[in-house]
């Protein structure tokens, strides 16, 4: 079993930036990609970002540009920077771990962007 854990989320103005960070632990071998998905208000949930093992990182257009996805492979975690951020990225962040067939998620967190 793997278990991912977020943090960071909260209640930012649109203009600033935050940070989230996720924390992988458990049976990790086989890892083949990690990445960062949320769910809108009423909507389903959307890609972000998700960056595989060696390979490049995708970014959804809505964030391209303003985004960063980074891996740390010291810490078995992955973080998402965000910068300039709209009202429209408010959503509930989730986590996302790919190993072999099986998808992984965590609890998620809670970001809101007031105008």
């Known amino acids: 079993q793997v278990q991912l854990v977020e943090s960071g989320g909260g209640l930012v103005q649109a203009g600033d930036s935050l940070r989230l960070s996720c924390t992988i632990s458990g049976d990790i071998y086989g890892i083949a990609a990690m990445g960062w998905y949320r769910q809108p208000p009423g909507l389903g949930r959307e890609l972000v970002a998700i960056?595989?093992?060696?390979?490049?990182?995708y970014y959804s257009d809505a964030v391209k540009g303003r985004f960063i996805l980074s891996r740390d492979s010291a810490e078995n975690g992955v973080s998402l920077q965000m910068n300039n951020l709209k009202p429209e990225d408010t959503a509930v962040y989730y986590c996302?771990?790919?190993?072999?067939?099986?998808?992984?998620w965590g609890q998620g967190t809670q970001v809101t962007v007031s105008s």
């Open positions: 996302n771990a790919v190993q072999s067939t099986r998808e992984y």
């Open positions: 960056a595989p093992n060696g390979g490049t990182t």
